[in-house]
């Protein structure tokens, strides 16, 4: 969940907020400074649990140091189920050097984690907009550093993450970027405000049109990767409940229909919305799972958002999601990213092909077709050239990228005295309050050339369970949709 800020320009993203600039460059350069330390055993006593996802693990300074105010570590972790920590800490492979030969820095990367820090100072900080993105700086650890924080973290950690990962003991590094769910100061030190954060994750905002989309999935064309992904959650026993939301909704381009998708996302969050207060989670999965029963909408939360939001008893919830509405649609992060998504322009189903040629490996998928790579229905993929062929495999994966990264807005009241604040702003008209904030992508993880397979073989799962769905209630092909049809789905699977 970690979240991204302009912390350094040495990797080649500028600051958010140009009138900080020399502030958060004097900010990088204490940083740069303490790079040169190690972080030791004692030292982990000044980082607290945060969170975390499938790859990293979060920490957020709990200190005194003006070098670490208001930053958060992500610390890599490794699987349980392999017996040496080989899986995120080695170089990328050969091939992958091959793919991502043209940016500079990336295959020089000694480590995998370096790698992935180049790659988003690279690949996604001009996609994206420097603005919205950072690289973030490493920071040498000790070995017992990370024992120390693995054995302070453990009982906080939910159960199913530490069955599934620990801290990876051979990282000699961790990644320092600054927590979004605060706004910096000029002296290193928090101010009183209160902060309110919504980490949203968008998903894929587009239908396909590729023409390599097989006749028998071409339900595609016309339901989102996300909606039809809900039916198999729910057979799998993932989730218990279908979302509302639909991602349609929120990269419409209208007012209605974002507002339409942020309240979507509010009475159904699974782990895509989640608001937080001075960093800490008020509302949404506790503890990041997708089906999140438990999540918060309680006292807490409300008690929250009222400490930024002014208005009426009971109406704190209705403006906090209108605010939501205005400033997802003022950042123009949306317009961004659905550029990004849109590099996956001929869908797994094309680009598995291509992938197959790029790693010189046979295509498995035409022979399963049974089709002939050179006179077959995907000859053209085949008969391109290696270079053409690298350019697809690439493109889908920073499509990937974007279509699995969160976007993380935080708000604060402006007051009158802070009519020169460097923070962009947003008027609530409905309440007449104005409010800073500032907007970020953050889980820019680059994806590893091996999972081509992975998407492939998910992709043709989720579509096949949705025909299934389809087929065994024919309500949705007259138009009730899929909440309509997903109720005698329901009661076949439980």
């Known amino acids: 969940m970690a979240g991204q800020f302009g912390l350094d320009n040495q990797f080649g993203c500028n600051t958010p907020d140009g009138n900080m600039m020399n502030f958060l460059s004097g900010t990088a350069q204490r940083c740069t400074k303490r790079m040169a330390e190690v972080l030791q055993e004692k030292d982990a006593d000044e980082w607290a649990y945060r969170g975390e996802g ?161 006749e028998e999935n071409a339900v595609k064309k016309r339901i989102t990767r996300f909606k039809m992904h809900q039916a198999l959650k729910l057979r799998d026993g993932v989730i218990s409940q279908i979302s509302k939301y639909d991602p349609l909704d929120l990269f419409s381009g209208s007012k209605d229909g974002v507002q339409n998708a942020i309240k979507s996302l509010f009475l159904t969050p699974q782990n895509n919305f989640r608001v937080f207060l001075n960093g800490s989670l008020i ?30 008893d009971g109406m704190h919830s209705k403006y906090f999601l209108e605010l939501v509405t205005e400033t997802v649609m003022k950042s123009g992060l949306l317009n961004l990213l659905l550029e990004v998504q849109k590099l996956d322009a001929i869908d797994i189903e ?88 500032k907007a970020s992508f953050i889980d820019l993880d680059m994806k590893p050339l091996k999972k081509m397979e992975y998407y492939y073989e998910l992709d043709q799962k989720i579509v096949s369970c949705y025909v299934q769905m389809v087929k065994d209630d024919e309500a949705i092909q007259n138009g009730v949709g899929i909440d309509g049809s997903l109720n005698s789905y329901i009661a076949n699977w439980k």
């Open 54 to 214: 499938a790859v990293n693990l979060v920490l957020a300074y709990c200190g005194s140091s003006p070098s670490f105010v208001g930053k958060v570590l992500r610390i890599q972790k490794v699987s349980n189920k392999v017996s040496k920590y080989e899986n995120h800490h080695s170089a990328l492979t050969k091939d992958e050097r091959l793919l991502w030969g043209k940016f500079e820095g990336i295959v020089a990367a000694r480590t995998r984690e370096i790698a992935e820090q180049m790659y988003v100072q690279k690949v996604m900080c001009p996609l994206l907009g420097s603005e919205h993105v950072d690289a973030g700086i490493r920071i040498l650890v000790s070995r017992e550093f990370l024992k120390a924080v693995e054995h302070k973290v453990l009982l906080q950690r939910p159960a199913w993450r530490v069955d599934a990962a620990k801290v990876n003991p051979l990282c000699d590094s961790v990644l320092v970027i600054a927590d979004h769910s605060i706004f910096p100061s000029v002296r290193g030190i928090l101010k009183e405000d209160f902060c309110l954060s919504v980490e949203i994750k968008p998903k894929g905002g587009f239908l396909p049109t590729s023409d390599f989309i097989a």
């Open 283 to 312: 509302f949404g999965g506790m503890d990041g799972a997708a089906d999140c029963v438990s999540y918060t909408v309680d006292q807490a939360f409300q008690d929250g958002i009222k400490r930024v939001i002014v208005a009426k």
């Open 350 to 437: 094309g680009a598995i092909h291509a992938y197959y040629d790029f790693v010189s490996l046979p295509c498995v998928v035409c022979r399963q077709k049974g089709e002939n790579k050179l006179s077959g229905r995907y000859s053209s993929i085949h008969s391109m050239s290696k270079h053409e062929k690298l350019k697809v495999v690439r493109d889908y994966l920073i499509s990937a990228t974007g279509k699995d990264l969160s976007m993380m807005i935080s708000f604060r009241p402006r007051k009158s005295m802070d009519a020169e604040s460097p923070h962009r702003s947003v008027l609530l008209k409905s309440i007449n309050q104005t409010f800073d904030y």
